[in-house]
């Protein structure tokens, strides 16, 4: 009997694993590779080694983005379609368990733990609109939920699963202590970019203003400050690092700015070329810039045009930057 398992590499996903691992089932593991995911270790590779799994890793389509830019079923706090999410990722997963012949799928899922998408009205709906009635096993709560046909069909014992639920994280922990795993996840914190308000908000915003958004959309709003002005992006750099990365991302007709001859961010500007947008950019590149001076020589210009450009300007004041700032 084979399972496919949604290993996300959090605390619940690799127990509902281990927990169906247990009882004598095949088990491949599928971690979806999301470009909102905060966190930057792959525990979901490591605990897949450590329990001797088949790990596939599928990167989610453009018709993902779609998903986020219009959820038939809403948003959280922030930018976070949580529910339309869930259905979108459950039914590639029942794509991929179509082509292995896995006979269910496996989730970490506990219910009441996450107010949007965890409650018995959600999940019931999630499966349902999944095409998964019956199909999805949540070991971690199983015994607080309807019974499903791996349990009715002998394939699962019912009475080796779990019945945890709420938010608290004491039971997973104490199991994770229990089967030595302890070091094997990351901390309990929010994994998902888009319930962070400052981040839906860059979110918001390129949807607003991209038509057909990109990986390397997502990317870019990773790095930097970023503000609007019209049509244009500025986007200024904060340390070295981010810099080298603006600079690697950037659309090749988008304008680079820095202050010469002093610690600089680079900003680019995307969108707009006009003599307004050129100069505010400068002055913003002024404003975050190590120069005491005040006006400061900005150079600036296109890969495409040859030598750069100088232009003085004064730095931007903080009203102003506040006003524009995503």
Request: glycine letters at 8%; hydrophobic letters at 40%.
């Amino acid at each position: 009997m084979k399972a496919l398992t949604l290993l996300s590499g959090g605390l619940d996903s690799i127990l509902a694993t281990k927990l169906v691992l247990d009882q004598g089932i095949e088990v491949v593991a599928v971690t979806f590779v999301l470009p909102f995911t905060a966190e930057n270790v792959d525990y979901a590779s490591k605990i897949a080694e450590r329990f001797d799994i088949t790990h596939l890793k599928v990167e989610v389509g453009p018709d993902y983005f779609e998903v986020i830019r219009n959820p038939k079923h809403g948003y959280g706090s922030g930018m976070n379609p949580c529910i339309d999410c869930r259905i979108y990722l459950l039914k590639e997963a029942k794509r991929i368990a179509d082509v292995l012949g896995a006979k269910f799928i496996v989730t970490g899922d506990v219910l009441g733990e996450r107010p949007m998408s965890q409650h018995r009205k959600a999940l019931t709906l999630e499966e349902r609109e999944a095409g998964l009635e019956d199909l999805i096993l949540r070991p971690l709560s199983a015994k607080l939920l309807p019974v499903t046909i791996p349990e009715c069909e002998g394939w699962i014992d019912r009475e080796k699963l779990l019945s945890i639920s709420g938010k608290s994280r004491k039971p997973q922990i104490a199991l994770a202590e229990q089967y030595g795993l302890q070091d094997a996840y990351p901390a309990p914190a929010g994994g998902c970019l888009l319930t962070d308000k400052e981040y839906a908000a860059k979110v918001r915003d390129l949807f607003e203003h991209t038509e057909r958004v990109t990986n390397r959309d997502i990317q870019i709003l990773r790095l930097g400050r970023h503000f609007r002005f019209g049509i244009a992006k500025i986007i200024v750099g904060r340390n070295e690092r981010e810099n080298s990365l603006l600079i690697a991302l950037k659309m090749s007709n988008a304008y680079m700015f820095e202050v010469p001859d002093c610690g600089s961010p680079i900003t680019i500007v995307e969108g707009a070329s006009d003599p307004e947008t050129i100069k505010l950019a400068a002055r913003l590149t002024a404003r975050y810039s190590d120069a005491r001076t005040d006006p400061i020589v900005v150079e600036y210009g296109r890969e495409s045009e040859g030598p750069r450009m100088r232009i003085t300007v004064s730095p931007l004041e903080d009203e102003e930057v506040d006003r524009l700032r995503i």
